[in-house]
């Protein structure tokens, strides 16, 4: 497919006008411009047994390498508060607390991770919860043995995806650039 013009510009600048059109779901539709390429954004946190193992670089290099783009990234230390707002749906589960001490370790990257698709993708390459039932090729396939220590979380929906990204970034620590080559990753689905 070749990428139009105005789907250039799309790439180049008008990220930010369909962002800031975007949906309820989070999905930025960028139908205005005659594209329909459609972009999302999805929270990932590289836990503390990425940090602890010097797996940071390796698994936001399988995120890079995929084809999604990093639009904020920080290193923060997580706490009770927030793990049990972010953990709300475990509470009561025998492996909460567990879970919660393995989660304040070590501090945390969170990053806002920007594609097509990119909550579905996020978590496919991310794989099944428990390492040890993870297809080979994912991350969790390749890098771990376990349900705890199981290298990322990702958002697994739309709404998720949106309250995360709000969790752990202001609006202003989140970033819109151009300069992707769009044509060399992205096409229009025909059916
Ligand atoms: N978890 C655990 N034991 C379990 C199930 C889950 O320690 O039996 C942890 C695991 O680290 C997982 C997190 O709780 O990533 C959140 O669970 P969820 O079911 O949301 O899985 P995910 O979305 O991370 O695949
Ligand atoms: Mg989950």
């Known amino acids: 497919m070749v990428i139009t013009e105005k789907c250039c510009n799309f790439a180049a600048g008008n990220v930010k006008n369909a962002l800031s059109a975007k949906g309820k779901r989070g999905k930025k539709s960028v139908s205005e411009t005659n594209c329909h390429i459609t972009m999302e954004r999805t929270l990932v946190l590289l836990k503390p047994s990425t940090?602890?193992?010097?797996?940071?670089?390796?698994?936001?290099?399988?995120?890079?390498?995929?084809?999604?783009?990093?639009?904020?990234?920080?290193?923060?230390?997580?706490?009770?508060?927030?793990?049990?707002?972010?953990?709300?749906?475990?509470?009561?589960?025998?492996?909460?607390?567990?879970?919660?001490?393995?989660?304040?370790?070590?501090?945390v990257i969170a990053m806002c991770l920007e594609g097509t698709d990119a909550i579905e993708v996020v978590r496919f390459i991310t794989g099944?919860?428990?390492?040890?039932?993870?297809?080979?090729?994912?991350?969790?396939?390749?890098?771990?043995?376990?349900?705890?220590?199981?290298?990322v979380h990702a958002s697994d929906s739309p709404t998720s995806a949106a309250i995360e990204i709000k969790r752990f970034f202001k609006a202003e620590e989140l970033f819109d650039f151009g300069d992707l080559n769009m044509d060399r990753l992205y096409s229009v689905d025909l059916s």
């Open 128 to 151: 099944y919860t428990n390492g040890r039932k993870a297809e080979p090729g994912t991350i969790r396939g390749d890098y771990c043995m376990s349900n705890q220590q199981n290298i």
């Open 51 to 107: 940090v602890m193992r010097g797996l940071i670089g390796e698994v936001t290099s399988r995120f890079e390498k995929k084809g999604l783009r990093i639009v904020g990234m920080k290193m923060l230390q997580l706490n009770d508060e927030i793990l049990n707002e972010h953990y709300a749906h475990l509470v009561g589960k025998p492996f909460f607390p567990a879970l919660k001490a393995s989660m304040m370790r070590t501090p």
